[in-house]
């Protein structure tokens, strides 16, 4: 009986290997093509059966991609705004949830329900009357027209509030007693205490910002102010299907940095996506 | 109002009889307005961007909606609801609203149903698994305007790793961006493809957090592995499936760069989607009271959707 129990759980566990091995490379195979791709000459490219194995590299790829069209400035771009949101929004999220936690206010509740409300008015109905208000401001092709109107943050303030009030209130008043004013609160203690949250504001922020398309492609017009995301498009329209070795060359550029940044902070991006969804 | 003031005071006094707020309430000004200074002081600038850049717009898009418009010109044309009225009896839109259904109910029940069976297969302890997760999350967080050009390349019905597996099957692949029916397939396609990552890891968590005990006494009574899926797993993961049919809802009514970049909307209007049509009243046609129109209609759906599936899924899911 036993005997005949392993041989079943054995099998089980082959049969569940494969399944999860075919899932991986289905999943997997995307990445490899553009992986691959990015290095195969042309003619590789277009023949058909498909080449796995790029014979020998072809770095120029990437020279070539740079010089289609402005990458360097793609970047420049897109670290700024996204380093610039993201600050903006990490300073807004701390200074509004710990307000709302910790500072004794009236109608405070009033104004949680106000910032959360937010989240309810999708980014489709602002579009046009933000372009507008940008336009309006000259901001079109600017930082701050890239920044600004996406700096407000809703459900960085509700991530924030909801740990807060987990803080355990013996070490905030601990720390008042020993002269701690708001400031010195919010530096010595609150921060120390929400390393694991922070980095899941970050990495969430971080992503969507690097990945924004719509926003980008409407502030601005002119090349010199696109971002990455925005840039890869535009490089796949000019070299046309006709050159698709640097196409690939440039999207897997464009690719690269979210793929670091996931698979060094793979651990808090899990924790914090599947869970923060959970509790939300 | 008298009776606020002393509420204040109350607090006030009773704020200087414990010890820790004496410190605090050395500045008289501070004692006065208790926390409001600073409160403000940390509330008004995101405040001031959610005013100006959400809620504002709101409105405005309401009023743009009501006008004909095209961008440039110094005057708005009212036109009271013309623009509604142009959209719920025009062709067109009838065809983007038919569009944005069967993409929302292809991408939404991709990703839960994929997620579903993803997060079972991935819960289990098995080598190698960690990279098998990796793998199938790492495609969230990339950008969609990317992972579409290189899906342009796979999908190629000449040199394509489409291809490549349609002559396996034994077949020839179609020219899937290009076809009327399939290019809406392949969109849906890449999209679940993209984002069932995020359905798996919130189920993943979810599967994790059902008490073993439950198994346990399933077992006990009896319960094999289906029976055990159909009373223990399926009723434990109901409140994060209506969660995950919310929120993909939502982000699936967003799609915008996959859709620019895979097939800009075509063939024809064949991929056109509602906010795409937005976008392409709005930036290409410019129609700003069309396109304002349209998102208000966008909006008021989405809510009332949300709002059913919230509805009808509390009658279905028990939360404890």
């Not at chain 1, 929004?89 to 106000?114: C, D, Q």
């Not at chain 1, 995301?229 to 070795?245: D, I, K, R, S």
């Not at chain 1, 550029?253 to 959970?278: F, H, T």
Request: glycine share 8%; with cysteine; net charge positive.
């Amino acid at each position: 009986m036993t005997r005949r129990r392993h041989w079943r759980r054995f099998l089980g566990r082959i049969f569940l290997s494969v399944i999860v091995a075919l899932v991986t490379i289905l999943m997997g195979v995307p990445l490899y093509w553009v992986a691959t791709g990015a290095v195969k000459t042309n003619r590789e490219i277009y023949t058909f059966p498909p080449i796995w194995i790029p014979r020998n590299p072809q770095w120029s790829n990437f020279v070539e991609a740079w010089q289609a069209v402005p990458f360097p400035r793609f970047f420049v771009n897109s670290i700024v705004t996204t380093a610039g949101a993201v600050a903006l929004e990490l300073v807004f999220a701390l200074l509004t949830a710990y307000a709302l936690v910790f500072l004794r206010v009236r109608g405070r509740g009033l104004v949680f329900g106000f910032v959360v409300a937010a989240l309810l008015v999708p980014s489709t109905v602002t579009l046009l009357p933000n372009y507008l208000t940008v336009a309006r401001l000259g901001w079109i092709n600017t930082y701050q027209g890239l920044i600004i109107p996406v700096a407000a943050v809703a459900f960085g303030v509700f991530l924030f509030r909801q740990h807060f009030l987990t803080l355990p209130r013996d070490l905030l008043d601990a720390a008042r007693l020993d002269g701690c004013g708001h400031f010195g609160l919010i530096r010595h203690v609150v921060i120390p205490l929400s390393q694991p949250v922070m980095v899941t504001f970050l990495v969430i922020y971080l992503v969507a910002h690097w990945n924004d398309f719509l926003w980008p492609l409407v502030a601005t017009n002119r090349l010199e102010w696109r971002t990455v995301p925005v840039g890869v498009a535009y490089l796949y329209q000019v070299e046309g299907v006709q050159n698709w070795g640097p196409i690939l060359a440039g999207t897997l550029m464009a690719l690269l940095p979210m793929l670091v940044v996931y698979v060094v902070a793979q651990r808090w991006i899990v924790k914090g996506i599947g869970g923060g969804a959970i509790k939300g | 109002m008298g009776r606020s003031v002393d509420v204040v005071e109350q607090e006030r006094v009773a704020k200087l009889a414990t010890p820790s707020g004496s410190r605090e309430l050395s500045v008289d000004l501070r004692g006065r307005l208790g926390d409001w200074p600073l409160f403000v002081l940390f509330v008004t600038p995101n405040l001031l961007l959610l005013i100006v850049f959400t809620y504002w717009p709101l409105l405005y898009n309401a009023y743009l909606s009501l006008m004909q418009w095209d961008l440039i010109s110094p005057v708005k044309l009212f036109v009271g609801f013309e623009n509604y009225r142009f959209l719920l009896e025009d062709n067109e839109f009838r065809e983007v609203f038919r569009n944005t259904v069967v993409f929302t109910v292809g991408t939404v029940g991709g990703t839960v149903i994929l997620g579903l069976l993803f997060a079972l297969l991935l819960d289990q302890p098995l080598r190698g698994i960690a990279l098998a997760r990796g793998v199938v999350f790492a495609p969230y967080v990339l950008s969609g305007a990317a992972v579409a050009v290189f899906w342009i390349n796979m999908l190629n019905p000449r040199f394509g790793v489409v291809a490549q597996v349609a002559s396996w099957l034994g077949t020839v692949s179609p020219n899937w961006l290009n076809h009327p029916q399939l290019a809406m397939v392949a969109v849906i396609l890449v999209y679940v493809w993209k984002n069932v990552g995020f359905t798996t890891i919130v189920y993943l968590a979810g599967l994790q957090r059902i008490p073993q005990e439950l198994y346990e006494a399933a077992t006990v009574d009896g319960a094999g592995i289906v029976e055990r899926f159909r009373y223990v797993t399926l009723p434990q993961l109901g409140p994060i499936t209506l969660f995950l049919l919310v929120v993909s809802t939502i982000s699936s009514f967003q799609a915008f760069d996959l859709i620019k970049v895979l097939t800009n909307g075509g063939p024809v209007n064949a991929t056109t989607t509602w906010l795409f049509y937005i976008w392409e009243q709005g930036f290409v046609a410019f129609n700003a009271g069309r396109a304002a129109a349209a998102a208000v209609l966008l909006f008021v759906f989405l809510a009332v959707i949300s709002f059913l599936q919230v509805r009808m899924g509390e009658r279905r899911v028990s939360y404890d």
